[in-house]
């Protein structure tokens, strides 16, 4: 007699047989042939194809118009511009070297006008960047009346240039509320006519900062939000004082920001032709005449060549300057993460 063990192993045996018999057998119809399986192939590599082909009409279509506007209104001038610099002039093609750079390097009006603006920048682009992250710093110690503060700081970016114009001549002029309030006394005895003296660049700084501090301190203000507050924790816990965590962390992730804040600084420093010219007209002051000042005279008396050297001079001027720039970020990065 078979034991009951036995039993069991006998009936488990069957049981797996007749689950084995139960599976679905391959049916040799269904297999992929060879040809079958190079032609799936084939149709995945004609859909990724199309997919790319499409993808690239989709950049290329959102890129056009933005590259179209940039070779039309930059590059082709800009060419145009170097070919009548070595011209004798706009309607005489005759070549003449170097002729009409030495005319503007040469020429007085263009040597005040680069110093002062080379004055002007290097005195406003610091001040501008320093003051903006000054006052980030404090708004973002959470102040009482930091709205307000913030909304009185954002407002000159609202007044309309001809506003900003007006009201300053109502503060420098010789009978302006300027000498009404004495500041003349801080730098000489008597009344001032501010944008017709030696100071009339501090009055000039004043304006650009004003309308420059409100949205540089804004950039500056979601810079430092933006920090995560465990990496301050933990340098804090790590007995990193205020400084420390300034300069070690902060400075690392403010780094992309304060080179931004500097290029726009720059840009609008050059840019402040607009208010001195409605300030003070096409001659203005010797401390106010700037490089749009030369350029704009040489322009009214149809002086194209010396116009076009003047630019070539400018714009060589100022990619050194951002490449300068450029550098001292990749250098300061460097010396961050190191």
Known sequence: MPSSEEKNNDQITEVKETRADRKP??????????????????????FHRKRRIKDWAMFTGYLTPSLVGVMVF???????????????SSTNTDFVGI????RVLTNEAFINSAKNSLTFSGIAVPLSVVLALLLAILLN??????????????????????????????????????????????????????????????VILALF???????????????LNSIDQEILE???????????????????????TLFFVAIMSLI?????????YLLTGDHPYRNLYMLQHFMNNAFTNLDYSKLSAGAIIMCVFMIVIVGALFFAESKFDADMEG
């Open 99 to 102: 002729e009409n750079y030495e």
């Open 141 to 202: 110690t959470k102040l009482p009346g930091e709205s307000v503060f913030r909304s009185i700081l954002l407002n000159p970016m609202m007044v309309p240039v001809a506003s900003v114009v007006l009201i300053w001549q109502v503060f420098f002029s010789y009978n302006g509320m300027a000498n009404g309030w004495g500041l003349y006394k801080l730098f000489e005895d008597g009344r001032i006519d501010w944008l017709k003296s030696d100071h009339s660049q501090l």
């Open 209 to 223: 900062l004003w309308k420059n501090l409100g949205y540089n301190m804004v950039l500056f203000l979601a810079a």
């Open 74 to 88: 930059f590059f082709l001038p800009l060419l145009m511009i170097l070919k009548t610099s070595f011209q004798r």
């Open 268 to 276: 609008n420093s050059f840019k402040i032709f607009r208010e001195v």
């Open 25 to 46: 057998q391959a049916d040799p119809a269904l297999a992929i042939d060879p040809e079958r399986l190079a032609r799936m192939h084939e149709n995945k590599k004609r």
């Open 234 to 256: 933990a340098a804090t816990m790590d007995g990193a004082g205020s400084i420390t965590r300034f300069f070690r962390i902060k400075m690392h992730f403010l780094a992309p």
